[in-house]
Nanobody, 113 residues
Framework: QVQLVESGGGLVQPGGSLRLSCEASGINFRTSLMGWYRQTPGSQRESVAIITGIGSTNYADFAQGRFRISRDNTKKTVYLQMNSLKPEDTAVYYC???????WGQGIQVTVSS
């Protein structure tokens, strides 16, 4: 069964940090291009960061320098470390197998004091 399960979201104060995790099953994880995306109400889903099977990364401008995507192929898990969080980072974050229709269920991240 193909599945992506996200965890690690929640409420954090501005300037704080969160680490999102996404555990995959039912896919050839080691060779999959993985990504984190986010969406706010009324807006299109946007890319946050992507990572290749060998660890090459690409970030959206807003994520550069604050967020870090990584993966552990032995655990079939991709991570998103988010630092210096801002209220505008509030969104539902999704894990995605890039160039496929495979998405996680989404996890809420709220940055508020």
């Amino acid at each position: 069964q193909v599945q992506l399960v996200e965890s690690g979201g929640g409420l954090v104060q501005p300037g704080g940090s969160l680490r999102l995790s996404c555990e995959a099953s039912g896919i050839n994880f080691r060779t999959s291009l993985m990504g984190w995306y986010r969406q706010t109400p009324g807006s299109q889903r946007e890319s946050v960061a992507i990572i290749t099977g060998i660890g090459s990364t690409n970030y959206a401008d807003f994520a550069q320098g604050r967020f870090r995507i990584s993966r552990d192929n032995t655990k079939k898990t991709v991570y998103l470390q988010m630092n210096s969080l801002k209220p505008e980072d509030t969104a539902v974050y999704y894990c995605h197998v890039v160039k496929t229709g495979i998405w996680g269920q989404g996890i809420q991240v709220t940055v508020s004091s």
